[in-house]
């Protein structure tokens, strides 16, 4: 194969009419050799593998994998290591040279990994070869990836390849004594946050912020638009929330109903661009109230405009 690598093109779906489980199928863009090498190297080796066969199983093995080191060596040239390097080990160069390559990678189940992570955590490349590829081992590589939560791996001869995965349901990131985990929808930790992939998932922090992750999402639904502005949720005192904003402005929400809270927020944020304002908080603990702290330099400039605004004398 060339430097570049195997080219990817998405497979079509096996039944009309119904939604097809995500699937992704990979074909080499060519094989690493000429032609007319190719086929020189696949004539030699055929000889060979046709005389040890008439002398048993374990000649006609012998003569594949140092007939093909031979071969393919004088072909390409250079030193031993440079060809397993750039070839794969021996066993594998000599699989591929009669048609045991992986030529085919099908994919399936995945949906926040890409084709290109997927392959990256099994570690598959063009050096690999079908008949010397351990899928033992390539299910424990994909297992080790914290997307992963089951993989199955098939050879199917003489050169596809079949991974079979299901994703971990990532629902939220928990962060609990200063540590950041992923959490599943009814809570629970799934891994510790490892992948930067994940940063995009609403975030909720506090002891037993995990187990109401769902009354956090609610609140995040009733905000609209405006939830793009919603950094993270902090529990407080197992009662209620307080949001942290991506400006840095907190916002005190009500135990009960907290849903109409952030709408009516958000309402005020779209009409009146009051987040736009110098404020460190917003307290609306108090049902039909909201009340803002203004930052030291805006509550400067407010009382020195109060003092200079000319004050009213008796009727």
Known sequence: MTGAGPSFAPAQPALAGRAPARLDVYRPASRFLPFRRRRRARALLGRAFAYAGRRGAGLLLAVLLFAGVGVYGGLLGGG??????????????????????????????????????????????????????????????????????????????????????????????????????????????????????????????????????????????????????????VLVTHRRWNLKLTNGVDVKLPEQDPEAAIAALARLSREQKIIEKDILSIDMRVSGRMVARLTEEAGAARAEALAKKPKRGPA
């Open 80 to 233: 031993f290591e440079r060809l397993v390097a750039e070839h794969g080990a021996p066993g594998d160069i000599a699989a591929k040279a009669v048609g045991f390559g992986v030529t085919q990678v099908t994919i399936s189940g995945q949906r926040s990994l890409s084709p290109a992570d997927v392959l990256a955590a099994a570690d598959i490349t063009d050096r690999n070869s079908l008949l010397f590829l351990d899928a033992g081992a390539v299910r424990e590589r994909l297992m080790e990836d914290p997307l992963i939560r089951d993989a199955r791996v098939r050879k199917l001869y003489p050169g596809q390849l079949v991974l079979e995965i299901v994703e971990r349901d990532a629902f939220a990131l928990w962060q609990n004594d200063g540590q950041v985990f992923v959490i599943a929808s009814d809570g629970k930790p799934i891994d510790v946050l490892r992948d930067e992939r994940l940063v995009h998932l609403p975030f909720v922090v506090g002891e037993g912020a995990n187990e109401r992750v769902g009354e956090f999402q609610r609140i995040m639904d009733a905000a609209g638009d405006f939830k793009s502005r919603i950094r993270a949720g």
